[in-house]
């Protein structure tokens, strides 16, 4: 199980740290995965985190703004949002992969858990 959490209203330029807390499954057996989606358009990742190798991957529209990290005592990721714009605006949602042993997918269905997503709205 995942749970998202750590969403809200911020004006551009802001910053917020989304929280994924999972529970039910051997933390150190997945890759978690950061998605979001826009209306009206697909679910894209964003970040993810390999705990097998400890290899981390940022989407073009996100690279050097946000950063993903892990607490393994706490079985939680977190997703830090810096310098957030308008079009940062989607439900966001955290996802675990239990293919650690290969690069972590892009694809929403080789995903096994999903959390329930979190609202971030950027207003300029």
């Known amino acids: 199980q995942l749970q998202a959490s750590g969403g809200g209203l911020v004006q551009a330029g802001g910053s917020l740290r989304l929280s994924c807390a999972t529970s039910g499954f051997t933390f150190d057996d997945y890759a978690i995965g950061w998605f979001r989606q826009a209306p009206g358009k697909e679910r894209e990742r964003i970040s993810c985190i390999n705990s097998y190798d400890r290899s981390i991957k940022y989407g073009d529209s996100v690279k050097g703004r946000f950063t993903i990290s892990t607490d393994s005592r706490k079985n939680t990721v977190y997703l830090q949002m810096n310098s957030l714009k308008p079009e940062d605006t989607a439900v966001y949602y955290c996802?675990?992969?239990?293919?650690?042993?290969?690069?972590?997918?892009?694809?929403?269905?080789?995903?096994?858990?999903w959390g329930q997503g979190t609202q971030v709205t950027v207003s300029s």
């Open positions: 996802a675990a992969d239990s293919a650690i042993y290969r690069p972590v997918s892009r694809v929403v269905g080789e995903y096994d858990y």
